[in-house]
């Protein structure tokens, strides 16, 4: 294990022994009793998978943060270009087909 999984895993349990779950469902706290009881394993995995999903959502707002500040920064240079110095200007593709030819 890492010094960061060390913390992560730290925190993780921290939060999980201060949180309470009031109000259960009976239905639902018997089949996951059920689960447990029939999985020796069931705390581990549930909070590997927990902690895994955790890092995805992490990375996953990282991500949408990148990219709504790209849309931002696109959108704020769209606004300020110059009719003249637009690299997409008239003359500056010299590649491109000429329309009907």
């Known amino acids: ?28 706290a018997a089949m996951i009793a059920d689960a447990a009881a029939r999985q020796p394993d069931a705390a581990y995995l549930l909070v590997q998978r927990a902690m895994l999903l955790d890092r995805a959502l992490v ?8 990219l709504q500040q790209q849309v931002q920064q696109m ?18 593709h010299p590649n491109r087909p000429m329309p009907g030819a």
Do not use: H, Y
């Open 1 to 28: 294990m890492t010094p960061q999984d060390m913390q992560a895993l730290e925190t993780f349990l921290s939060q999980l022994v201060q949180a309470r779950a009031d109000g259960k469902d009976p239905q639902a």
């Open 75 to 92: 959108q704020q240079g769209q606004g300020s270009r110059s009719f003249i110095d637009d690299a997409n200007a008239w003359g500056n």
């Open 59 to 66: 990375n996953a707002q990282a991500q949408i943060a990148s």
